[in-house]
Nanobody, 118 residues
Framework: QVQLVESGGGLVQAGGSLRLSCAASGRTFSRYIMGWFRQTPGKEREFVAR????????YYADSVKGRFTISRDNAKNTVYLQMNSLKPEDTAVYYCSAGRVVSSWDYWGQGTQVTVSS
C-alpha cells in the first residue's frame, strides 16, 4: 500500500515557475514508477510525466517537454515536478501516481491545484 500527498500548487503568473512535491508513504517507494497527471473540469485526466524507479528514465507529454522536469529522491520517498515557463493552459489539478508498470497506475494522491494567470 502506498499513500501519496501532493503539495506545492498555487497561483502563478504566466512565465513563472512552480515546484510540486509528492510525498509517499511505505517502504517500497523505490520499486514504483512515479508519474504526474493533470485534469481540468470537463476533461479527462491527462499524462504529464513519469520517471522510472531508479530515476534514470523519464518521459514527458509533448505539451510540457522542455518546460517541466520530473525527478525523485528515493531516500526521501518523494517525487518532484519542476514546472518552468508556465502557461495559462497548464492550469489544472495535478495528481501524483505510483505504479508497478507503466500501463497500470495503482495509487493516486488527492491532487494539488495549479493556476496560471495570463
Amino acid at each position: 500500500q502506498v499513500q501519496l500527498v501532493e503539495s506545492g500548487g498555487g497561483l502563478v503568473q504566466a512565465g513563472g515557475s512552480l515546484r510540486l512535491s509528492c510525498a509517499a508513504s511505505g517502504r517500497t517507494f523505490s520499486r514504483y514508477i512515479m508519474g504526474w497527471f493533470r485534469q481540468t473540469p470537463g476533461k479527462e485526466r491527462e499524462f504529464v510525466a513519469r520517471i522510472s524507479w531508479s530515476g534514470g528514465t523519464t518521459y514527458y507529454a509533448d505539451s510540457v517537454k522542455g518546460r517541466f522536469t520530473i525527478s525523485r529522491d528515493n531516500a526521501k520517498n518523494t517525487v518532484y515536478l519542476q514546472m518552468n515557463s508556465l502557461k495559462p493552459e497548464d492550469t489544472a489539478v495535478y495528481y501524483c501516481s505510483a505504479g508497478r508498470v507503466v500501463s497500470s497506475w495503482d495509487y493516486w494522491g488527492q491532487g494539488t491545484q495549479v493556476t496560471v494567470s495570463s
